[in-house]
Nanobody
Framework: QVQLVESGGELVQTGGSLRLSCVAS????????MGWFRQAPGKEREFVAA????????NYGDSVKGRFTISRDNSKSTVFLQMNSLKPEDTAVYFC??????????????????WGQGTQVTVSS
């Protein structure tokens, strides 16, 4: 079993930055794929970014490319999502997720096996 706990969401103005964190614990392996998804009210859960824990290989959703960066700190079992140039349309609950196999190119929520509880990001216009 893997536990994921997100933090860092808050209210920020358009153009601002935030860094989300996701701490992983439990039976966690370096081969896992770590992903960030987001879900706005009334919308489907959307892929944001993913990283392979062992190699650091990354993948991004089209709507965040060039603005968001996913990274990890192996020593702290933590995955980060640095979000810059935030827009009101980035407002959503952001979820951390883990896939026990696959590739960072996997962008469907059904590819991921473990989920955190989510953290709210609100970007004011």
């Amino acid at each position: 079993q893997v536990q994921l706990v997100e933090s860092g969401g808050e209210l920020v103005q358009t153009g601002g930055s935030l860094r989300l964190s996701c701490v992983a614990s439990g039976r966690f392996l370096s081969t896992y794929i770590m992903g960030w998804f987001r879900q706005a009210p009334g919308k489907e859960r959307e892929f944001v970014a993913a990283i392979r824990w062992s190699s650091g290989t990354t993948n991004y959703g089209d709507s965040v490319k060039g603005r968001f960066t996913i990274s990890r700190d192996n020593s702290k079992s933590t995955v980060f999502l640095q979000m810059n140039s935030l827009k009101p349309e980035d407002t959503a609950v952001y979820f951390c997720a883990a896939a026990v196999f696959g590739f960072p190119s996997r962008s469907s929520p059904s590819d991921y096996h473990y989920w955190g509880q989510g953290t709210q990001v609100t970007v004011s216009s």
